[in-house]
């Protein structure tokens, strides 16, 4: 079946360096989504990407869709203490990634 | 709106015990979703209704868990008889599209010990 997997697994950071989290599948899919989780909190989601290739930017956020469609990035530039939590792909097959958990160290 | 509502927040009960767990999603939303989240396994699906209607549970774990959807506005996870290894944070999700198509708007969860 699909796989969804996330890279790296967890990343320590000091704020205001950048982080880099990237999501691979197995298959090509339809769309993929971006979602974060606050500790302690629930899924909340970012962003849809669905075209080949698509990039999408919010504020600090970047987000890239493979040219194949197998493959996803978010980037964050210039981190900040609200930026901590787990961040999950989710792919066209309701499979989500193990996500990826952020620290960021004032 | 209130957003996707779930009850209990929190729940613990002994090894054998049935336990229920609550979901309202957000008005006129077409897709329900049951997660449950561990350590270890991430956050996983367990079941996908569309317009109240089962479309796959092919991640439910096993015969002890059972989800229903009556109507729009309600759907229960049951487990009976729940095990310690079931300890979860149950996550409900609703969306306007159908299937992975569309925004999911998750619930707080719910906080299920099985001692």
């Known amino acids: 079946g699909q796989q969804v997997m996330q890279i790296p697994q967890y990343q320590h950071v000091q704020e205001g360096e950048d982080f880099t989290t990237y999501c691979n599948s197995s298959?090509?899919?339809?769309?993929i989504q971006w979602y974060k989780q606050r500790p302690g909190g629930h899924p909340v989601f970012l962003i849809q990407?669905?075209?080949?290739?698509e990039v999408k930017k919010q504020k600090r956020l970047t987000f890239q869709f493979g040219e194949a469609k197998k493959n996803s990035s978010l980037h964050i530039t210039a981190t900040q203490t609200t930026d901590v939590g787990t961040y999950f792909c989710?792919?066209?097959?309701?499979?989500f990634g193990e996500g990826t958990q952020l620290t960021v160290n004032p | 709106d209130a957003g996707v509502i779930q009850s209990p927040r929190h729940e613990v009960t002994e090894m054998g015990q049935e336990v229920t767990l609550r979901c309202k999603p957000i008005?006129?939303?077409?897709?329900l979703f049951w997660y449950r989240q561990t350590m270890m396994r991430g956050l996983e699906l367990l079941i996908y209704?569309?317009?109240?209607?089962?479309?796959?549970d092919s991640g439910m774990p096993e015969d002890r868990f059972s989800a229903k959807m009556p109507n729009a506005s309600f759907s229960t996870l049951k487990i009976q008889p729940s095990e310690p290894r079931d300890s979860a944070v149950y996550f409900c999700?609703?969306?306007?599209?159908?299937?992975?198509?569309?925004?999911?708007?998750f619930g707080p969860g719910t906080r299920l010990t099985v001692l």
């Open positions: 209704f569309n317009n109240n209607v089962p479309i796959d």
């Open positions: 008005s006129g939303h077409n897709s």
């Open positions: 989710g792919g066209s097959r309701l499979t």
């Open positions: 298959t090509t899919l339809s769309n």
């Open positions: 999700a609703s969306s306007f599209d159908r299937g992975f198509q569309g925004e999911q708007f």
């Open positions: 990407l669905v075209k080949s290739g």
